[in-house]
T-cell receptor
Framework: NAGVTQTPKFQVLKTGQSMTLQCAQD?????MYWYRQDPGMGLRLIYY???????DKGEVPNGYNVSRLNKREFSLRLESAAPSQTSVYFC???????????FGQGTRLTVV | GQQLNQSPQSMFIQEGEDVSMNCTSS?????WLWYKQDPGEGPVLLIA???AGELTSNGRLTAQFGITRKDSFLNISASIPSDVGIYFC????????????WGAGTKLIIKP
């Protein structure tokens, strides 16, 4: 989706390393979300931001932190990566609530 | 946590066949969404449903919001090769504004 850009697209980390996943949108939507997707499972919400300046925990927030830098950008940080955090991470944006969210292309993270 | 049961897990079909998949839950939802995910991409919204009993079409796709508010169905008529992918249902619980609950996906494969 051209409106939601995630960087990087791929990343390999060693256990204990830290990194920040970036998400930027040009859709001028208020709400932004971080999900993870594991094989054979649906998406699980990590954190979300209903509007600039607010963030809230989702279903699986442990091991992650987020920053809503401004209306356009929402970053996800892994302070000390663990193999259990190997996953595909998706950023999504929505107009108001979560309905009709638009997704980025994903970041494929491997922690070894 | 809350769960959506999506079935079938995968389907092998002949081109031209009709396809049906569904999601059920023990919880009540006020919104149902159906997404499709192609390999290496984020999910893309196909159909959104907001009222119990609602039947909505998008081309060859038709989805229904179950009367009990606990289930939803997606039908694809006259399947074509580009229908291949993983289809996800997602529901928004009655008491939630931001946390979608996702099914595990139905993988559609067209027999050569």
């Amino acid at each position: 989706n051209a409106g939601v850009t995630q960087t990087p697209k791929f990343q390999v980390l060693k256990t204990g390393q830290s990194m920040t996943l970036q998400c930027a949108q040009d859709m001028n939507h208020n709400s932004m979300y971080w999900y993870r997707q594991d094989p054979g499972m649906g998406l699980r919400l990590i954190y979300y931001s209903a509007s600039e300046g607010t963030t809230d925990k989702g279903e699986v927030p442990n091991g992650y932190n987020v920053s809503r830098l401004n209306k356009r950008e929402f970053s996800l940080r892994l302070e000390s990566a663990a193999p259990s955090q190997t996953s595909v991470y998706f950023c999504a944006v929505g107009r108001g609530g979560v309905t009709e969210a638009f997704f980025g292309q994903g970041t494929r993270l491997t922690v070894v | 946590g809350q769960q959506l049961n999506q079935s079938p897990q995968s389907m092998f079909i002949q081109e031209g066949e009709d396809v049906s998949m569904n999601c059920t839950s023990s919880s009540i939802f006020n919104t149902w969404l159906w997404y499709k995910q192609d390999p290496g991409e984020g999910p893309v919204l196909l159909i959104a449903l907001y009222k119990a009993g609602e039947l909505t079409s998008n081309g060859r796709l038709t989805a229904q919001f179950g009367i009990t508010r606990k289930d939803s169905f997606l039908n694809i008529s006259a399947s074509i090769p580009s229908d291949v992918g993983i289809y996800f249902c997602a529901g928004l619980l009655m008491d939630s504004n931001y946390q979608l609950i996702w099914g595990a996906g139905t993988k559609l494969i067209i027999k050569p």
